[in-house]
């Protein structure tokens, strides 16, 4: 079993920037896949980014990519999303995701442990 835990979210302004957080506890993360997923009111969920057990990230290009850095330290038992230039409509829940397996998903299903979210709010 995994537990995480989201931290790192707020209210900031266009433009601005964030850098969310997801503690690992529980089994070792460290040959597994992990990503952040967002949902906003209204919306399903939706990928953001991925990282493999072997630090190769993946983004979702139309949305994030050049904007967002997904990393993890593996000494930590930590991911991290660093946002930047945010927009008002990457306004939502922010969730971090483990997967029992090594390489990444883009769809939730692919996962199987999910923290509780954190919410990111970018006024105009």
């Known amino acids: 079993q995994v537990q995480l835990v989201e931290s790192g979210g707020g209210l900031v302004q266009d433009g601005g920037s964030l850098r969310l957080s997801c503690a690992a506890s529980?089994?070792?993360?460290?040959?597994?896949?992990m990503g952040w997923f967002r949902q906003a009111p209204g919306k399903g969920r939706e990928f953001v980014a991925a990282?493999?057990?072997?630090?190769?990230?993946?983004y979702d290009v139309n949305s994030v990519k050049g904007r967002f850095t997904i990393s993890r330290d593996y000494a930590k038992n930590t991911l991290y999303l660093q946002m930047n230039s945010l927009k008002p409509e990457d306004t939502a829940v922010y969730y971090c995701?483990?997967?029992?397996?090594?390489?990444?998903?883009?769809?939730?299903?692919?996962?199987?442990?999910w923290g509780q979210g954190t919410q990111v709010t970018v006024s105009s």
């Open positions: 990282i493999n057990w072997l630090g190769v990230s993946t």
């Open positions: 995701a483990a997967s029992s397996n090594m390489q990444v998903a883009v769809e939730p299903r692919g996962y199987d442990y």
């Open positions: 529980g089994d070792t993360i460290s040959r597994s896949a």
